[in-house]
Protein backbone atom coordinates (compact mmCIF):
# COMPACT_ATOMS: atom_id res chain seq x y z
CA UNK A 1 0.00 0.00 0.00
CA UNK A 2 1.38 3.13 -1.20
CA UNK A 3 3.10 5.12 1.63
CA UNK A 4 3.15 8.92 0.81
CA UNK A 5 1.64 11.06 -1.86
CA UNK A 6 4.14 13.42 -4.12
CA UNK A 7 2.41 17.08 -4.34
CA UNK A 8 3.78 19.91 -7.04
CA UNK A 9 1.53 22.89 -5.92
CA UNK A 10 0.16 26.05 -7.31
CA UNK A 11 -2.39 24.10 -9.65
CA UNK A 12 -5.95 25.47 -9.55
CA UNK A 13 -8.25 22.62 -9.00
CA UNK A 14 -11.24 22.97 -11.79
CA UNK A 15 -13.85 20.88 -12.75
CA UNK A 16 -16.01 18.26 -10.71
CA UNK A 17 -16.10 15.97 -7.47
CA UNK A 18 -18.68 13.71 -6.78
CA UNK A 19 -18.75 13.28 -2.75
CA UNK A 20 -18.78 9.34 -1.20
CA UNK A 21 -20.97 8.67 1.63
CA UNK A 22 -20.21 9.67 4.67
CA UNK A 23 -17.56 7.53 7.00
CA UNK A 24 -19.02 8.65 9.88
CA UNK A 25 -22.69 7.84 9.67
CA UNK A 26 -21.44 4.10 7.98
CA UNK A 27 -19.29 3.22 10.51
CA UNK A 28 -22.81 3.85 12.98
CA UNK A 29 -25.07 1.94 10.05
CA UNK A 30 -22.80 -0.97 10.17
CA UNK A 31 -23.11 -1.22 13.79
CA UNK A 32 -27.24 -0.38 13.47
CA UNK A 33 -26.92 -3.68 10.72
CA UNK A 34 -25.62 -5.86 13.73
CA UNK A 35 -28.83 -5.32 15.64
CA UNK A 36 -31.66 -6.01 12.99
CA UNK A 37 -33.10 -9.10 13.26
CA UNK A 38 -32.41 -10.29 9.70
CA UNK A 39 -29.94 -9.19 6.38
CA UNK A 40 -30.50 -5.58 5.27
CA UNK A 41 -28.74 -3.49 2.56
CA UNK A 42 -26.75 -0.57 2.54
CA UNK A 43 -25.72 1.74 -0.74
CA UNK A 44 -23.29 4.69 -0.63
CA UNK A 45 -20.96 2.99 1.75
CA UNK A 46 -17.49 4.61 1.12
CA UNK A 47 -14.57 2.47 -0.05
CA UNK A 48 -12.25 3.45 3.09
CA UNK A 49 -10.53 1.67 5.53
CA UNK A 50 -12.07 2.95 8.89
CA UNK A 51 -15.04 0.92 6.82
CA UNK A 52 -12.87 -2.17 5.32
CA UNK A 53 -11.66 -2.80 9.27
CA UNK A 54 -15.00 -2.43 10.55
CA UNK A 55 -16.68 -4.99 8.16
CA UNK A 56 -13.54 -7.27 9.02
CA UNK A 57 -14.49 -7.10 12.77
CA UNK A 58 -18.29 -8.04 11.92
CA UNK A 59 -17.21 -11.17 9.49
CA UNK A 60 -14.89 -11.81 12.76
CA UNK A 61 -17.93 -11.93 14.40
CA UNK A 62 -19.88 -14.17 12.43
CA UNK A 63 -21.90 -11.61 10.24
CA UNK A 64 -22.18 -12.76 6.35
CA UNK A 65 -21.02 -9.60 4.48
CA UNK A 66 -21.88 -9.75 0.37
CA UNK A 67 -20.39 -7.43 -1.54
CA UNK A 68 -23.51 -6.36 -4.30
CA UNK A 69 -21.63 -3.51 -6.05
CA UNK A 70 -18.53 -1.30 -5.13
CA UNK A 71 -20.15 0.59 -2.44
CA UNK A 72 -23.62 -1.33 -1.60
CA UNK A 73 -23.51 -4.43 1.03
CA UNK A 74 -25.42 -7.10 1.96
CA UNK A 75 -24.98 -7.44 6.15
CA UNK A 76 -26.50 -10.56 7.44
CA UNK A 77 -26.32 -10.47 11.44
CA UNK A 78 -27.89 -13.67 11.99
CA UNK A 79 -25.26 -15.76 11.69
CA UNK A 80 -22.64 -13.30 14.20
CA UNK A 81 -21.92 -16.18 17.11
CA UNK A 82 -20.06 -13.94 19.77
CA UNK A 83 -20.49 -11.27 22.00
CA UNK A 84 -17.09 -10.81 22.34
CA UNK A 85 -15.37 -8.09 19.70
CA UNK A 86 -11.99 -8.29 21.34
CA UNK A 87 -9.34 -8.99 17.89
CA UNK A 88 -6.62 -6.65 17.30
CA UNK A 89 -8.65 -4.94 14.26
CA UNK A 90 -11.11 -3.51 17.20
CA UNK A 91 -8.40 -1.28 18.68
CA UNK A 92 -7.70 -0.13 14.80
CA UNK A 93 -10.15 2.52 14.65
CA UNK A 94 -12.80 4.02 16.64
CA UNK A 95 -15.72 3.31 15.15
CA UNK A 96 -15.42 0.00 16.63
CA UNK A 97 -17.04 1.31 20.19
CA UNK A 98 -20.20 1.52 18.48
CA UNK A 99 -20.56 -2.56 18.87
CA UNK A 100 -21.09 -1.53 22.61
CA UNK A 101 -24.43 0.10 22.37
CA UNK A 102 -25.33 -2.58 19.44
CA UNK A 103 -24.58 -5.65 21.40
CA UNK A 104 -25.40 -4.88 24.85
CA UNK A 105 -29.33 -3.77 23.03
CA UNK A 106 -28.58 -7.43 20.64
CA UNK A 107 -27.41 -10.11 23.54
CA UNK A 108 -27.57 -7.80 26.57
CA UNK A 109 -24.06 -8.23 27.08
CA UNK A 110 -20.82 -7.17 25.76
CA UNK A 111 -16.53 -7.50 25.59
CA UNK A 112 -15.31 -4.81 23.76
CA UNK A 113 -11.38 -3.90 23.53
CA UNK A 114 -10.37 -0.79 23.69
CA UNK A 115 -10.88 1.54 20.21
CA UNK A 116 -8.43 2.87 18.90
CA UNK A 117 -8.56 6.19 16.24
CA UNK A 118 -7.15 9.70 15.43
CA UNK A 119 -5.03 10.90 18.77
CA UNK A 120 -6.31 14.27 19.85
CA UNK A 121 -5.67 14.33 23.76
CA UNK A 122 -8.22 11.86 25.41
CA UNK A 123 -10.83 10.25 24.18
CA UNK A 124 -12.85 9.30 27.25
CA UNK A 125 -16.20 6.85 26.67
CA UNK A 126 -17.62 7.57 30.16
CA UNK A 127 -20.49 9.40 28.44
CA UNK A 128 -21.28 6.57 26.77
CA UNK A 129 -21.11 3.91 29.93
CA UNK A 130 -23.45 6.56 32.00
CA UNK A 131 -25.79 6.10 29.32
CA UNK A 132 -25.68 2.32 29.02
CA UNK A 133 -26.02 2.20 32.74
CA UNK A 134 -28.86 4.34 32.89
CA UNK A 135 -30.69 1.68 30.74
CA UNK A 136 -29.70 -1.26 33.15
CA UNK A 137 -26.05 -1.80 32.02
CA UNK A 138 -24.14 -3.37 35.64
CA UNK A 139 -21.64 -6.40 35.93
CA UNK A 140 -19.30 -3.56 34.63
CA UNK A 141 -15.60 -4.47 33.88
CA UNK A 142 -12.36 -3.06 32.09
CA UNK A 143 -9.61 -5.88 32.67
CA UNK A 144 -6.70 -5.93 30.38
CA UNK A 145 -8.14 -2.99 27.88
CA UNK A 146 -11.34 -4.86 27.74
CA UNK A 147 -14.79 -3.33 28.23
CA UNK A 148 -17.40 -6.00 29.64
CA UNK A 149 -20.60 -4.68 30.14
CA UNK A 150 -24.04 -6.56 30.88
CA UNK A 151 -27.56 -6.07 31.92
CA UNK A 152 -30.04 -8.29 33.41
CA UNK A 153 -33.02 -6.50 31.93
CA UNK A 154 -32.28 -3.40 29.35
CA UNK A 155 -34.87 -1.02 30.00
CA UNK A 156 -35.71 2.48 28.66
CA UNK A 157 -34.50 5.77 30.99
CA UNK A 158 -33.93 9.43 31.00
CA UNK A 159 -29.41 10.27 30.08
CA UNK A 160 -28.63 13.47 30.12
CA UNK A 161 -25.02 13.51 28.58
CA UNK A 162 -23.05 16.23 30.65
CA UNK A 163 -21.00 17.35 27.01
CA UNK A 164 -22.41 17.09 23.88
CA UNK A 165 -21.17 13.80 22.17
CA UNK A 166 -21.54 11.98 18.95
CA UNK A 167 -20.59 8.69 20.05
CA UNK A 168 -22.54 8.90 23.30
CA UNK A 169 -26.02 9.47 21.26
CA UNK A 170 -24.99 6.84 18.88
CA UNK A 171 -24.23 4.43 21.24
CA UNK A 172 -27.09 4.88 23.43
CA UNK A 173 -29.17 4.97 20.69
CA UNK A 174 -28.20 1.82 19.62
CA UNK A 175 -28.89 0.22 23.10
CA UNK A 176 -32.10 1.60 23.89
CA UNK A 177 -33.99 0.33 20.40
CA UNK A 178 -33.47 -2.73 21.87
CA UNK A 179 -34.25 -2.12 25.20
CA UNK A 180 -38.24 -2.29 26.99
CA UNK A 181 -39.80 1.39 27.45
CA UNK A 182 -38.97 4.51 26.45
CA UNK A 183 -35.15 6.19 26.47
CA UNK A 184 -35.04 10.00 26.10
CA UNK A 185 -31.58 11.19 25.70
CA UNK A 186 -30.80 14.83 26.68
CA UNK A 187 -28.58 17.45 25.02
CA UNK A 188 -28.12 15.06 22.16
CA UNK A 189 -25.55 15.62 19.37
CA UNK A 190 -27.12 16.71 16.31
CA UNK A 191 -24.73 15.98 13.78
CA UNK A 192 -26.17 14.77 9.92
CA UNK A 193 -24.43 11.06 10.92
CA UNK A 194 -26.99 10.93 14.32
CA UNK A 195 -30.04 11.79 12.24
CA UNK A 196 -28.92 9.26 9.51
CA UNK A 197 -28.27 6.33 11.63
CA UNK A 198 -31.30 7.29 13.60
CA UNK A 199 -33.15 7.08 9.85
CA UNK A 200 -31.79 3.21 9.55
CA UNK A 201 -32.75 2.34 12.30
CA UNK A 202 -36.30 3.85 11.38
CA UNK A 203 -36.36 2.08 7.98
CA UNK A 204 -35.98 -1.28 9.80
CA UNK A 205 -38.61 -0.20 12.29
CA UNK A 206 -36.83 1.33 15.29
CA UNK A 207 -39.24 4.17 16.53
CA UNK A 208 -36.44 7.13 17.67
CA UNK A 209 -38.11 10.59 17.42
CA UNK A 210 -36.38 13.82 17.71
CA UNK A 211 -32.81 12.95 16.04
CA UNK A 212 -31.49 16.39 14.69
CA UNK A 213 -33.02 18.01 17.80
CA UNK A 214 -30.87 18.04 21.34
CA UNK A 215 -34.02 15.95 22.47
CA UNK A 216 -33.80 12.05 20.98
CA UNK A 217 -36.97 9.85 22.51
CA UNK A 218 -36.68 6.18 21.31
CA UNK A 219 -39.49 3.68 21.99
CA UNK A 220 -37.75 0.03 22.52
CA UNK A 221 -39.00 -2.84 20.38
CA UNK A 222 -37.86 -6.20 20.71
CA UNK A 223 -37.85 -6.62 16.97
CA UNK A 224 -36.18 -4.82 14.11
CA UNK A 225 -37.47 -5.79 10.91
CA UNK A 226 -35.03 -7.02 8.00
CA UNK A 227 -34.76 -7.18 4.22
CA UNK A 228 -34.73 -3.40 3.93
CA UNK A 229 -32.51 -1.09 2.03
CA UNK A 230 -31.24 2.36 3.06
CA UNK A 231 -29.04 5.00 1.67
CA UNK A 232 -25.98 6.72 3.27
CA UNK A 233 -25.91 10.66 3.20
CA UNK A 234 -23.00 12.13 1.48
CA UNK A 235 -19.89 12.98 3.43
CA UNK A 236 -20.44 16.35 4.99
CA UNK A 237 -16.37 16.35 6.27
CA UNK A 238 -14.92 15.28 2.77
CA UNK A 239 -17.02 17.87 0.66
CA UNK A 240 -15.97 20.65 3.42
CA UNK A 241 -12.39 19.09 2.40
CA UNK A 242 -12.64 19.45 -1.08
CA UNK A 243 -14.04 22.92 -0.93
CA UNK A 244 -11.41 24.59 1.18
CA UNK A 245 -9.55 23.23 -1.44
CA UNK A 246 -11.03 24.72 -4.35
CA UNK A 247 -10.73 28.29 -2.46
CA UNK A 248 -6.97 27.35 -1.09
CA UNK A 249 -5.56 26.68 -4.86
CA UNK A 250 -7.75 29.55 -6.58
CA UNK A 251 -9.56 27.13 -8.05
CA UNK A 252 -13.44 26.59 -9.59
CA UNK A 253 -14.45 23.38 -8.04
CA UNK A 254 -18.11 21.98 -8.37
CA UNK A 255 -18.73 19.61 -5.71
CA UNK A 256 -21.69 17.43 -6.23
CA UNK A 257 -23.83 14.60 -4.28
CA UNK A 258 -23.83 16.38 -1.40
CA UNK A 259 -26.04 18.41 1.37
CA UNK A 260 -25.45 22.09 1.00
CA UNK A 261 -27.39 22.60 4.49
CA UNK A 262 -24.84 20.54 5.74
CA UNK A 263 -22.19 22.50 4.60
CA UNK A 264 -24.04 25.63 5.86
CA UNK A 265 -20.69 26.67 8.57
CA UNK A 266 -18.52 26.18 5.99
CA UNK A 267 -19.91 27.69 3.61
CA UNK A 268 -20.48 31.15 5.61
CA UNK A 269 -17.40 31.39 6.69
CA UNK A 270 -15.64 30.88 2.73
CA UNK A 271 -18.18 33.40 1.48
CA UNK A 272 -17.10 36.10 4.60
CA UNK A 273 -13.48 34.97 3.28
CA UNK A 274 -14.14 36.60 -0.10
CA UNK A 275 -14.78 33.10 -1.82
CA UNK A 276 -17.14 32.70 -4.81
CA UNK A 277 -19.86 30.04 -3.36
CA UNK A 278 -22.50 28.96 -5.45
CA UNK A 279 -25.32 26.70 -3.85
CA UNK A 280 -27.72 24.21 -6.03
CA UNK A 281 -30.00 21.41 -4.79
CA UNK A 282 -27.04 18.90 -4.13
CA UNK A 283 -24.01 20.82 -5.44
CA UNK A 284 -21.58 23.21 -4.71
CA UNK A 285 -19.34 25.68 -6.41
CA UNK A 286 -16.62 27.32 -4.94
CA UNK A 287 -14.48 29.61 -6.64
CA UNK A 288 -11.62 31.99 -6.39
CA UNK A 289 -10.25 34.10 -9.39
CA UNK A 290 -6.44 34.23 -9.82
CA UNK A 291 -5.76 37.85 -8.58
CA UNK A 292 -8.72 37.85 -5.72
CA UNK A 293 -7.84 37.71 -2.23
CA UNK A 294 -8.86 35.85 0.69
CA UNK A 295 -9.39 37.72 4.02
CA UNK A 296 -8.37 36.45 7.64
CA UNK A 297 -11.41 35.68 9.97
CA UNK A 298 -11.71 33.65 12.86
CA UNK A 299 -13.61 30.11 13.74
CA UNK A 300 -14.35 28.44 16.44
CA UNK A 301 -15.28 24.54 16.14
CA UNK A 302 -18.42 23.62 18.38
CA UNK A 303 -20.39 20.38 17.87
CA UNK A 304 -23.52 20.51 14.55
CA UNK A 305 -24.89 22.81 13.56
CA UNK A 306 -21.45 24.89 14.46
CA UNK A 307 -18.22 24.63 12.98
CA UNK A 308 -17.22 20.89 12.26
CA UNK A 309 -13.75 20.03 14.12
CA UNK A 310 -13.15 17.45 11.45
CA UNK A 311 -12.46 20.75 9.47
CA UNK A 312 -10.32 22.52 11.84
CA UNK A 313 -6.69 21.35 10.22
CA UNK A 314 -7.55 22.35 6.38
CA UNK A 315 -8.99 25.39 7.53
CA UNK A 316 -6.22 26.74 9.60
CA UNK A 317 -4.13 25.54 6.31
CA UNK A 318 -6.60 28.37 4.43
CA UNK A 319 -5.69 30.84 6.74
CA UNK A 320 -2.31 30.93 5.88
CA UNK A 321 -3.36 31.77 1.89
CA UNK A 322 -5.55 34.69 3.40
CA UNK A 323 -4.05 38.18 3.59
CA UNK A 324 -4.39 39.56 7.92
CA UNK A 325 -4.17 37.90 10.85
CA UNK A 326 -7.24 34.63 11.38
CA UNK A 327 -7.90 32.77 14.85
CA UNK A 328 -9.21 29.32 14.52
CA UNK A 329 -10.32 28.39 18.87
CA UNK A 330 -10.83 24.61 18.72
CA UNK A 331 -13.43 23.83 21.15
CA UNK A 332 -14.24 19.79 20.47
CA UNK A 333 -11.40 18.54 21.24
CA UNK A 334 -8.45 19.21 23.76
CA UNK A 335 -5.32 18.89 21.60
CA UNK A 336 -6.44 18.99 17.49
CA UNK A 337 -3.20 21.35 17.00
CA UNK A 338 -0.20 18.78 16.42
CA UNK A 339 -0.27 18.93 12.99
CA UNK A 340 0.72 22.62 13.26
CA UNK A 341 4.80 22.20 13.44
CA UNK A 342 4.33 20.35 10.43
CA UNK A 343 2.54 23.70 8.39
CA UNK A 344 5.33 25.67 10.20
CA UNK A 345 7.71 23.18 8.79
CA UNK A 346 6.10 24.58 5.13
CA UNK A 347 7.14 28.04 6.31
CA UNK A 348 3.50 28.64 8.05
CA UNK A 349 3.52 31.71 10.50
CA UNK A 350 0.83 30.03 13.59
CA UNK A 351 1.11 30.81 17.28
CA UNK A 352 -0.90 28.10 19.34
CA UNK A 353 -1.66 28.97 22.87
CA UNK A 354 -3.70 25.98 24.37
CA UNK A 355 -6.98 25.76 22.40
CA UNK A 356 -6.13 29.45 19.97
CA UNK A 357 -4.20 29.06 16.97
CA UNK A 358 -3.16 32.66 15.80
CA UNK A 359 -2.93 32.37 11.58
CA UNK A 360 -0.92 35.29 9.75
CA UNK A 361 -1.17 34.53 6.32
CA UNK A 362 2.42 33.65 4.36
CA UNK A 363 2.88 31.82 1.57
CA UNK A 364 3.74 28.21 1.98
CA UNK A 365 6.58 26.37 0.48
CA UNK A 366 7.14 22.46 -0.35
CA UNK A 367 8.34 20.16 2.43
CA UNK A 368 8.24 16.83 3.43
CA UNK A 369 5.64 16.72 6.11
CA UNK A 370 3.55 13.67 7.86
CA UNK A 371 -0.17 12.93 7.80
CA UNK A 372 -0.41 12.75 11.92
CA UNK A 373 -4.22 11.99 11.68
CA UNK A 374 -7.12 11.32 9.17
CA UNK A 375 -7.90 14.99 9.18
CA UNK A 376 -4.66 16.74 9.66
CA UNK A 377 -3.53 14.68 7.13
CA UNK A 378 -6.06 15.86 4.65
CA UNK A 379 -4.64 19.67 6.12
CA UNK A 380 -0.87 18.42 5.01
CA UNK A 381 -2.67 17.62 1.00
CA UNK A 382 -4.36 20.85 1.12
CA UNK A 383 -1.18 23.07 2.26
CA UNK A 384 0.88 20.67 -0.70
CA UNK A 385 -1.28 21.72 -3.73
CA UNK A 386 -1.09 25.65 -2.33
CA UNK A 387 2.63 25.50 -1.64
CA UNK A 388 5.22 26.63 -3.97
CA UNK A 389 7.09 23.61 -5.48
CA UNK A 390 7.34 19.99 -4.23
CA UNK A 391 5.37 18.82 -0.92
CA UNK A 392 5.72 14.34 0.01
CA UNK A 393 3.38 13.80 2.35
CA UNK A 394 4.45 10.90 4.94
CA UNK A 395 2.00 8.41 6.59
CA UNK A 396 -0.92 8.60 4.31
CA UNK A 397 -2.68 5.46 5.33
CA UNK A 398 -4.28 7.90 7.82
CA UNK A 399 -5.83 9.53 5.37
CA UNK A 400 -7.03 6.48 3.45
CA UNK A 401 -8.90 6.13 6.54
CA UNK A 402 -11.40 8.49 5.46
CA UNK A 403 -11.45 9.81 1.51
CA UNK A 404 -12.45 7.19 -1.26
CA UNK A 405 -10.27 7.95 -4.06
CA UNK A 406 -8.78 10.76 -2.69
CA UNK A 407 -5.74 10.91 -5.48
CA UNK A 408 -8.15 9.80 -8.58
CA UNK A 409 -10.45 12.61 -7.32
CA UNK A 410 -7.63 15.22 -7.03
CA UNK A 411 -6.15 13.95 -10.07
CA UNK A 412 -9.15 14.53 -12.39
CA UNK A 413 -9.95 17.76 -11.51
CA UNK A 414 -6.05 18.98 -12.04
CA UNK A 415 -4.16 18.55 -8.92
CA UNK A 416 -0.57 17.05 -9.58
CA UNK A 417 -0.43 14.69 -7.32
CA UNK A 418 0.98 10.94 -7.00
CA UNK A 419 1.01 7.88 -5.33
CA UNK A 420 4.90 7.82 -3.69
C1 LIG B 1 -16.85 11.72 16.47
O1 LIG B 1 -15.92 11.29 17.47
C2 LIG B 1 -16.14 11.57 15.15
N1 LIG B 1 -15.75 10.18 14.97
C3 LIG B 1 -14.91 12.47 15.11
O2 LIG B 1 -14.43 12.45 13.76
C4 LIG B 1 -15.31 13.93 15.44
O3 LIG B 1 -14.14 14.70 15.58
C5 LIG B 1 -16.13 14.00 16.72
O4 LIG B 1 -17.24 13.08 16.67
C6 LIG B 1 -16.69 15.40 16.99
O5 LIG B 1 -17.50 15.79 15.92
C7 LIG B 1 -16.63 9.28 14.58
O6 LIG B 1 -17.79 9.56 14.30
C8 LIG B 1 -16.13 7.88 14.43
P1 LIG B 1 -17.46 13.02 20.64
P2 LIG B 1 -16.43 10.97 18.94
O7 LIG B 1 -17.88 11.92 21.54
O8 LIG B 1 -17.79 10.44 18.88
C9 LIG B 1 -15.87 14.48 24.93
C10 LIG B 1 -12.91 12.16 12.01
O9 LIG B 1 -11.91 12.85 11.70
N2 LIG B 1 -16.39 13.19 25.44
O10 LIG B 1 -18.50 13.84 19.96
O11 LIG B 1 -15.38 10.16 19.59
C11 LIG B 1 -14.63 14.30 24.07
O12 LIG B 1 -13.47 14.21 24.85
C12 LIG B 1 -13.19 11.81 13.47
O13 LIG B 1 -13.70 11.70 11.18
C13 LIG B 1 -16.38 12.94 26.79
O14 LIG B 1 -15.94 13.76 27.59
O15 LIG B 1 -16.44 12.43 19.54
C14 LIG B 1 -14.69 15.51 23.18
O16 LIG B 1 -14.11 16.60 23.84
C15 LIG B 1 -12.06 12.21 14.34
N3 LIG B 1 -16.85 11.73 27.23
C16 LIG B 1 -16.20 15.78 23.03
O17 LIG B 1 -16.83 15.04 24.08
C17 LIG B 1 -17.34 10.80 26.38
O18 LIG B 1 -17.78 9.73 26.85
C18 LIG B 1 -16.81 15.35 21.71
O19 LIG B 1 -16.49 13.98 21.45
C19 LIG B 1 -17.37 11.07 25.01
C20 LIG B 1 -16.87 12.28 24.56
Redesign the pocket.
Known sequence: MADKYIIQGKRALKGEVQISGS??AA?GIIAAAMVVDGPSVIENLPQIQDIKVLLEICQELGAEIDWINGNTIRLDPTTINTHQAISEKVSKI??SYYLLGSFLGKFRKVSLLMPG??DFG???????IKGFQALGGGNMSDENGVISIEANQLKGAGVFLD??????TINIMLAAVKAEGVTVINNA?K?P?IVDVANFLNTMGADIRGAGTDVIKITGRPVLEANRSYTIIPDQ?EAGTYMIMAAITHGDLTCTNLIPKHMEPLTAKLIEMGAMVQEGDDSIRVALLPNDHLKAVSFKTM?YPGF???LQPQTTTLLTAAQGTGRMIES???NRFQYIEQLQAMGANIVTSGKLAVVQGSPLKGATVFARD??AGAAMVTAGLAAEGETTVTNVYAIQR?YENFIEKLQAVGADIKVG
Not at 163 to 168: F, L, N, Q, Y
Open positions: KNLRGGCARPIDLHTVSVGAAEHIPPTDVWELRG
